[in-house]
């Protein structure tokens, strides 16, 4: 009965944690529109989005060790958004020469995981070594947003952080870490614990530094 009602569960949490993600991955297409507009990157950083496939691409392999089919749609789709949203980066980049080396440094550390991956013979053993580092790669992507909080805190506004994403990542993290804990997976539930305790300060920083509207002086 018990494992019924597990079941039930992983079975209703799987599909919304995979839409939320998803979702959450394609709020990378304003940025590439703004670049396409201005076509110039400008200030923005291509690196976000290539850790990001590093990320996605790393929890794939994971995903077909483990046999989850979750796993591997959600982190199947993010990576094949974020080479997209490089693709257009990389095009209206002018500098690209930083661009080539960070591709190149993710493109031989997926190389190293998949060769990993297919040359050995022991599933257990290579989820035991991959899990831990899909762990840590997940959790860099969570500790990403820390250095605009510190800004935020330094200049006590908030227009430097967007609010709903903010709340989505939380939401996301909620649910993946619910997830993990259904199906005993601490490679998953771990570092979306952590995501959520940096989403939820990052969130309550909105309500302790509130954006006010800018005063307009009489002329």
Same mark, same amino acid.
């Given at each position: ?15 919304v944690?995979?839409?939320s $993600? ?5 709020? %990378?297409?304003?940025?590439?529109? =703004?670049?396409? @507009?201005?076509?110039?990157? %400008?200030d ?5 989005y290539?850790a ?23 982190n ?6 974020q080479?997209?949203? &490089? =693709?257009f980066?990389?095009c209206?980049? @002018?500098? @690209? ?14 190389? +190293?995981?998949? *060769?990993? &991956?297919y ?6 053993g290579?989820?035991?070594?991959? !899990? #831990?580092i899909?762990?840590?790669? +997940?959790?860099?992507a969570?500790a ?9 805190? $330094? =200049? @006590?506004?908030? $227009? ?5 994403l903010s709340?989505?990542?939380l939401?996301?993290?909620v649910?993946?870490?619910?997830? !993990?804990?259904?199906? !005993?997976?601490? *490679? ?8 959520v305790?940096? $989403? ?7 309500? &302790? *530094? #509130?954006?006010?509207p800018a005063?307009?002086?009489p +002329?």
């Open positions: 009965m018990e494992t019924a009602v597990e079941f039930t569960l992983t079975d209703y949490v799987a599909p944690c995979a839409a $993600s998803i979702l959450l991955y394609m709020t %990378g297409w304003p940025a590439v529109w =703004t670049v396409m @507009k201005r076509k110039s990157t %400008g923005m950083s291509t690196f976000p290539i990001m496939l590093v990320n996605c691409s790393s929890w794939v392999g994971y995903g077909s060790l483990v046999r989850n089919n979750v796993l591997l749609v959600v199947t789709t993010g990576s094949v958004l080479s997209i949203f &490089i =693709t980066f990389y209206y980049s @002018k500098s @690209k020469r930083l661009i080539n080396q960070q591709i190149l440094f993710a493109f031989l550390f997926l190389l +190293a995981i998949y *060769y990993y &991956i040359q050995s013979e022991d599933t257990s290579t989820i035991k070594t991959l !899990g #831990p899909c762990s840590c790669l +997940a959790v860099l969570y990403a947003p820390l250095s605009a909080m510190g800004e935020v805190i $330094s =200049t @006590k506004s908030t $227009s430097s952080m967007n609010f709903p709340v989505a990542n939401i996301v993290g649910e993946w870490s619910a997830y !993990g804990f259904l199906l !005993g997976d601490y *490679y998953v539930m771990g570092p979306n614990i952590l995501g305790i940096v $989403s939820f300060l990052q969130v309550s920083l909105f309500y &302790i *530094y #509130p954006n006010k005063t307009v002086l +002329a």
